[in-house]
């Protein structure tokens, strides 16, 4: 069922304004629509956006749209890298395969490890989820003019769009800024933005086969230095093309559909066999917000940051910002953690994203070559490095929480991502989240963590929303596919304390499990939370 956004004027006071209906937007009010706040979403187009625009989506955001109740009726709206058609491929201009990296396997988050899906089904089942949460309204059609903080909070003034003259204030405890990459509301702030220096036109086409297709990878950068170009699923019965801007080529003539097709043709995409959905010309830039907030008001997505596409994690970055955001603001919300907890946000999602952007970066540059001699010199480094058998199977991206963090120092695991494998509890089978739950999860391979925790520290835990594990086999969550058998393994550790946003907090010896909680406590000083139930 399709719900309808609001069409009355937004209410004069709120807990928190979201500027922007995207997918970060909107995820982020159901988040904290779910924590009991009163939400307002303001996004200024009517409709949603009818076409494609991100396409791939990895295990850990598919675990965050999880947490969201999205995976539960919706997992076939994503289509994982699997089989014949799965895998990264590099092919040189002669379309011999430079390296191959095998993404076909469950990834640590109980997820395909890579995913192609179509963004506007997506959205549409976001923005239903919203407009379903208790507290959260959504208003298509509005335009966010200003905000003004004065300590307390933030007003803000918002107005129909195109007619600004009828324009409303609403007091709100906070603003986020979910607005897209020309974010207006980062302009208000007058926040900076860092320059990665990487800048490159390219022609993005999305299309449906007519004709069944035959494709060894599910992404395949063509390193060709006479026309670089991307191949790529992008979800259930679609297909993407991306092709970088030479420079004999203006950006009008790029953007023609006559230049799509004729840049197609080699592969035998034509009108006869394919159906153009859309193409676009977008310029390719690293970029990042040098604050991620202000007061009371925060930013997040495309508004905090943007990447190059060819890792497929600008959107995955997005959603780890709503998680990330979400789940402080709703703590403090409830008197369950001070408001100091909100300075992390920014460090640690800012660290994060930079590694991400920077190695986004590293392949926009290899793969967008135009030198002959240089890209020969590549494809001999890039075949050379193809016969180690590690190169096979590297994993993308899993950087650290930037510093400072809500963690604590020391190990491997620590603010790193935590896992999730399948289990059993009594005759129930299925994802650890789906079954055991929890918002702070304290996971044990070496006995019950919940008894080395005295009454009180034990009811705390639980009053956050915390939730004990022992997956040694002597409990009553079973490990099923040892996926949490090897992650401990392979960390030289025997428990962990996850976050609500699947960070590790702290992991060590299952005997560490009272300074975990105690050092948890002491982080969130919770100390208007203590006497409640």
Request: glycine share 12%.
């Amino acid at each position: 069922m399709t719900h309808p956004p609001e069409a009355s004027a937004p209410r004069p006071a709120v807990d928190c304004v979201v500027v922007g209906g995207g997918p970060v937007g909107l995820l982020t009010a159901v988040f904290l629509g779910r924590a009991g706040l009163r939400v307002t979403v303001v996004e200024r187009w009517p409709q949603r956006y009818p076409s494609p625009r991100a396409c791939t989506i990895d295990h850990e955001a598919l675990r965050v749209l999880q947490a969201a109740g999205v995976m539960a009726d919706h997992a076939d709206l994503f289509e994982p890298s699997q089989g014949d058609r799965g895998g990264y491929e590099f092919r040189n201009g002669e379309g011999e395969l430079l390296q191959a990296i095998d993404w076909n396997r469950t990834a640590e988050s109980g997820w395909a490890n890579t995913n192609g899906f179509y963004q506007p089904d997506l959205e549409a089942v976001l923005e239903d989820l919203a407009v379903a949460t208790p507290g959260v309204r959504v208003h298509r059609d509005w335009t966010f003019q200003a905000l003004a903080q004065d300590g307390a909070g933030v007003s803000v003034r918002l107005a129909p769009t195109g007619r600004p003259e009828e324009s409303v204030r609403v007091r709100s405890r906070w603003l986020v800024g979910a607005d897209g990459a020309n974010s207006a509301v980062r302009s208000q702030l007058g926040v900076e933005v860092g320059d990665s220096g990487f800048e490159a036109d390219w022609l993005v086409v999305d299309y449906q086969p007519l004709v069944e297709e035959e494709w060894s990878a599910f992404v395949t950068q063509f390193c060709d230095p006479a026309q670089p170009a991307t191949a790529v699923n992008s979800g259930p019965g679609r297909r993407r093309f991306e092709f970088m801007r030479r420079a004999d080529t203006t950006v009008e003539e790029l953007g023609r559909d006559s230049t799509a097709w004729r840049l197609m043709a080699p592969w035998g995409v034509t009108p006869q066999t394919a159906r153009l959905e859309r193409h676009a010309v977008y310029t390719f830039r690293g970029r990042w917000a040098r604050t991620w907030r202000q007061g009371d008001v925060f930013l997040a997505g495309d508004a905090a940051h943007l990447m190059p596409p060819f890792l497929g994690q600008g959107l995955c970055s997005g959603l780890r910002d709503a998680r990330a955001l979400a789940w402080r603001l709703g703590m403090v919300h409830r008197g369950l953690a001070a408001p100091a907890v909100l300075d992390s946000y920014g460090p640690e999602r800012t660290g994060h994203v930079r590694e991400i952007i920077d190695e986004a970066v590293a392949a926009g540059r290899v793969i967008c070559e135009l030198d002959a001699d240089r890209a020969a010199v590549r494809d001999a480094e890039m075949r050379r490095r193809s016969l180690d058998p590690a190169a096979a199977t590297r994993e993308p991206p899993h950087p650290r929480l930037g510093e400072p963090s809500l963690t604590l120092p020391g190990g491997e695991a620590g603010g790193r991502l935590a896992p999730q494998g399948r289990v059993s509890v009594g005759d129930r089978e299925g994802l650890f989240d789906d079954l055991v739950g929890g918002d702070w999860q304290l996971v044990s391979r070496a006995g019950d963590p919940a008894e080395l925790l005295d009454e009180a520290d034990a009811a705390w835990f639980r009053r956050i929303g915390g939730v004990f594990a022992d997956v040694s086999g002597a409990g009553p969550v079973h490990d099923r596919d040892g996926a949490y058998a090897r992650w401990f393994a392979g960390r030289g550790c025997e428990a962990f304390l996850a976050r609500p946003d699947f960070y590790v907090f702290a992991a060590g010896r299952h005997a560490d499990i009272p300074q975990f909680v105690s050092r948890l406590r002491g982080a969130l000083q919770p100390a208007s939370a203590e006497g409640t139930s």
